[in-house]
Nanobody, 129 residues
Framework: QVQLVESGGGLVQAGGSLRLSCTVSPGRTFSRSSMGWFRQAPGKDRDIVAAISRSGYNTFYADSVKGRFTISRDNAKNMIYLEMNSLKPEDTAVYYC?????????????????????WGQGTQVTVSS
């Protein structure tokens, strides 16, 4: 059974930083997956934040986080990360990691949530002003 578990959320002041982590099991699932981070604020749709291809060479960022957030993956640990800097109150949301287990090695990652097969339970990020 595929499982994704996020961690690292919390409360931070505007301008601060957080690093989210997502562990994927089993490992063979992670190795064939491109991965994404999404977020959902109260009363709003779930939106893509960042995504990374199977190879790790291709990444995508939403315009709202470009230059502030960095997505990365550690294939040895079956984990992805989202480094979030210069956080703003509008970054407040539940953050989810997701796996596209049918990703092609050389293809860029999916940017729509419908392209992902498995999801974590989410981790809350709250940025105070």
């Amino acid at each position: 059974q595929v499982q994704l578990v996020e961690s690292g959320g919390g409360l931070v002041q505007a301008g601060g930083s957080l690093r989210l982590s997502c562990t994927v099991s089993p490992g063979r699932t992670f190795s064939r997956s491109s991965m994404g981070w999404f977020r959902q604020a109260p009363g709003k749709d779930r939106d893509i934040v960042a995504a990374i291809s199977r190879s790790g060479y291709n990444t995508f960022y939403a315009d709202s986080v470009k230059g502030r957030f960095t997505i990365s993956r550690d294939n040895a640990k079956n984990m992805i990360y989202l480094e979030m800097n210069s956080l703003k109150p509008e970054d407040t949301a539940v953050y989810y990691c997701a796996a596209d287990i049918n990703a092609i090695l050389t293809s860029p990652p999916q940017t729509r949530d419908s392209g992902y097969d498995y999801w974590g339970q989410g981790t809350q990020v709250t940025v105070s002003s």
